[in-house]
Structure formats: structure tokens, C-alpha cells
């Protein structure tokens, strides 16, 4: 397991090398030049040139690539262009709220898809099965803006219910403060995955249940509910918790669409204005930190997977 582990955080370091070089140079090889977005489009050429060396940008572009990583790792990410502040203090506080809704929607999302795909599993080739794997196909397919926006017609315009946008400053604010203002957006996020998760506890349940040792505990007349809890459902829910795992680090690095439509203040949304006004420091931070979250949640999924199989050795 140590070998692994070791192998693992080299592959882990590896892979963000590799993407932060990705992440650099196509944010500089866009055709925008920072200076001139800056200072406006009737600009003299010498300012232009000036703030151009004072931001460092006439420097060759493998100088500023080192610079910028040796920033990054030691917590100094620059100053946006668009907003004229610190990133660092921002990442912190929207990597705060997108960790928040992550949060909320894998608290709906969990025991929903665990429930219903248990449910289906034990019901294979009935009703049951039928209908809820007919539902998980259905929100399997649905956008997320169609979901959320679903959700804010009958909730917030017809019922009158829950706000239909999430608030706050543009410097973050506290979801925590207003909690109704959460509802919608977890919402959404947890039927975004629960249709993916619920079939993959499905199959996952319905394949122990027709297994041999499975089979074996009938035979011996053990009571089915024993059956089911006590050995079913542990390997059962292997394959989906790893699963929920990598995705609660995709839910907290790449919400954009969900917190464009209700203007929370996330990682997500931070990152598409960043795009929007084209603040390559800021675009850079971003997508480095988001990468950054989910690789280490993939890696936290293969190290947990390994503790809750025992038959898993790894050589």
C-alpha cells in the first residue's frame, strides 16, 4: 500500500505539472492583450508599454511561467486585473462557498441515490426497478439549467416559496448567513448526479444480490433483512461511495452553469467572469486551483476504496 500510495502522489504531481503548464500558456496565447484591456482602448502606446514591463509581461514567457508557479505554490497568486485586488483572499472565500454547496447538495445527494438504488437493485425486473431506473434516466439526462430553472418556476415564481437567486457581494459574502438561499442551488446540484449515482448503486446491488455467497447466506436461512445489511449492502455500496468521492471534488472545482443561474458566489462563477473580462491571473489561479481539487479527490477515492475492500491489494 505504501508503494502505492508513493506511486500515486508522483502520478498526483506529475499530472499538475503538466496541467499548470497547459493552464499558463493557453491563457497567454490568447489574443488579448492585458495592458490595453486595462487601460482602455484609447490608450497611448508608451502607457500601454509601461504598464506592460511594470506587470512583467515583456519578460520571455518560460521567465514568467516559473514565476508564476513559484507564486502559486508559496500561496501569492498576483492581483486581478479586473477586480484591481489580492486573488489569494478571494480563492479563499469562494473556495469557502463553493465547499458549502457541495456540501448541502451531496447531503440531499447521498442517501437519495443510495436509497432509490438500493430500492432498485432489490427489486430487479420489477416495478420498482422499473420506475426508479425510468426517474434516474430521466434526471440523467436533464441540463442542469433545465433542472434549476424547473426548480425556480415551481418553487420561486409559482409557489413563492425560495428565492430564485443566491445573493451576496461580488466579493463572496456567507451563504450561511441567508440558508434559504441555498436550497435551490443544492437542489439542483444533487439531482444533477443522483439519476448517475442511483444506477450505479443499482447494478451494483442487484450484481451481490446474485452472487454466490449471497446465495449461500439464503440457503442456510439467514432472515433477508441480515442478508441485505450485513453482507449485501457493504460490498454493494463499494463501487458508488468511491464514486461520490470524485464527485464532491468535481462539485466543488466546476459549478459554473449552477452558479451562473442562481449568482452564487463560487469558484464556478469567479472563474467565468474571469473569462468573461479576460483576467488571465485570475483565470490561471482558478483553473489551476480546480484541477488541483480534483485530482486529489480522485486520489482520495482510490485510498478510500482501498481501506473498504480488503480484497484490494495493490502491488
Sequence with gaps: MAKYLLRRF?????????????????????????????????????????????????????????????????????????LGTAISPLLVVRFRNSLILAVCGMVLLVPLSLLLGTIAGLSEGRWPDWGISSLALFLTSLPDFVTG???????????????????MSEGGGNPLLEPIKLILPATTLALSQVGHVTRLTRVSVARVMNSAYIRTAVLKGLPMHTIILRHALRNALLAPLTVLTTQFGWMISGLIVIEMMFTYPGLGRLFANAALFN?????????????????????????????LNPRIRYS
Design 10 to 82: 508522483t502520478a498526483l504531481f506529475i499530472t499538475l505539472a503538466i496541467t499548470s503548464v497547459i493552464i499558463f500558456f493557453m491563457s497567454e496565447v490568447v489574443p488579448v492583450d492585458p495592458a490595453r484591456s486595462i487601460l482602455g482602448q484609447y490608450a497611448t502606446e508608451a502607457n500601454v508599454k509601461a504598464l506592460r514591463q511594470q506587470m512583467g509581461l515583456d519578460r520571455p514567457l518560460v521567465e514568467r511561467y516559473v514565476a508564476w508557479l513559484s507564486r502559486f505554490v508559496r500561496g501569492d497568486l498576483g492581483d486581478s486585473f479586473q
Design 149 to 167: 430553472l424547473l426548480l425556480v418556476l415551481i418553487f420561486s415564481w409559482q409557489l413563492k416559496l425560495i428565492p430564485g437567486n443566491s445573493f
Design 279 to 307: 483576467d488571465v491571473p485570475m483565470i490561471e489561479a482558478s483553473a489551476l486551483l480546480g484541477v488541483t481539487l480534483a485530482v486529489f479527490s480522485q486520489l482520495l477515492a482510490d485510498i478510500l476504496y482501498g481501506f
